[in-house]
C-alpha cells in the first residue's frame, strides 16, 4: 500500500506507544517485518522551545525506515513549524495526534480534544501539509465521547485539507482503552473518504486482524499492545495475509533469545543502568504465559544489570 507517494512493503504497521516504540523496538518490530512503524507522540511545541528530550524522541536509525514521526498540539502554526523539525530528522511521514486521551495533553486542548473543534483539525492538516514535503496522515479517535461521535466528519475534513491516510482507533476518549473497539465507525470513515484507511484497536491475532480487514474494508492495520513481548506478531500476520502460511509463535527459548536481543539494543542507545531500568516493563511483557511467570515478571522488576538479566534468563529456561 502507499501513504501519499511513500509505498509500504506491508500493510500491518506498529502503532505509536508513549514510552515504548523507541528505536529499539521500532527496529525489532520492522525485523518482523512492520510495514510501518512510529515514534511516540511529540510535542510540537517543546520542539519550538529547543527541548532537547523531545529531539531524542525524533531520533530514527538508519535501518528503521519507514518511519513517521507523531507530533501533537493544537497550533497550526506551532504544529508547522515542529513538522518541520521532523522532517529535518528524516521522518518518512508526518502523523497528527487527535487521539491522546490523557489529561495532561487533552485538556491543553491537544491530542482526542482536537476532535471538538473539526474546524481546527482541518486547519492543523493544512498548515502542516503546507510546511512538509512527506506525506501527513491523522490518528483520530471515534469521538470524543458518547455524545460526540465524530470520526467521519473529522475524517473528511482532514482529508479535504490534505491528508494523506486516515488512522482510525475505533474507541471514545471517555474509553481510553477499555471497552469494545467499534469496527462500524472505522467502516464507516472508509467509506466516506478516498485517501487510505488504518484500522486500529484490538489488533492481536490472525482472526482479530481478519476482521478488522473484511468487516472495515481498511486499507491497512495499526497494533498496538498486542506487540508488547511479541514483536513478531507483524511475522505472523504477514506470513498470514501476504503468503497464506500459518507460522507458530516462537518457541520459549527463541522468545528469551529475541527478549535478550531487544534489551540489548535498549541498553545500547541509552547506556546500561538507563536501559535496563527502561527494559523492565519489556521483560515482564515477554514473560508472560512462562511457567513461573508471576514470580519471574516480579524478579524482572528488580533486575539492574545487563548480568543480571542474563541470570534471571537462565532461572526462567530451568523452570520450563
Ligand atoms: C501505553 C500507551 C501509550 C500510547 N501512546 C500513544 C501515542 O503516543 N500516540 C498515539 O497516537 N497513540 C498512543 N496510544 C494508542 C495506541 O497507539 C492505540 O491506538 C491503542 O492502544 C489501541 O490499539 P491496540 O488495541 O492495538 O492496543 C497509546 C496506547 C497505550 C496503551
Known sequence: MKIGSLSLSSNIFLAPLAGITDKAFREICQSYSAGYC??????????????KKSFELMEISDNNHPCGIQIFGNEPDIMAQGAKFAEK???????????????????NGCGSALMKNPK????????????????????????FDDENINAVEVAKICAENGADAIIVHGRTRQQYYSGQCDLDIIKQVKNSVSVPVIGNGDVKDIKSAEKMFSYT????????RAALGAPWIFKILNEYFQNGIIIQEPSKEDKLNIMIKHIEQICKYKGEHMGILQSRKH???????????????????RVTSLE??????????EKQ
Open 38 to 51: 512510529e515514534t511516540e507522540m511529540v510535542s510540537a511545541k517543546a520542539l519550538t522551545f529547543g527541548d
Open 89 to 107: 530528522y528524516n521522518a518518512d511521514v508526518i502523523d497528527i495526534n487527535m487521539g491522546c486521551p490523557a489529561p495532561k495533553v487533552a485538556n
Open 120 to 143: 481546527l483539525c482541518g486547519e492543523i492538516v493544512r498548515a502542516v501539509k503546507g510546511a512538509v514535503d512527506i506525506p501527513v496522515t491523522v490518528k483520530i479517535r471515534k469521538g
Open 217 to 224: 474494508n481498511c486499507d491497512g492495520i495499526m497494533v498496538a
Open 283 to 301: 521483560m515482564s511483557w515477554y514473560l508472560k504465559g512462562f511457567k513461573g511467570a508471576a514470580a519471574f515478571r516480579n524478579d524482572a522488576g
Open 308 to 317: 543480571e538479566m542474563h541470570r534471571l534468563v537462565e532461572k526462567v529456561l
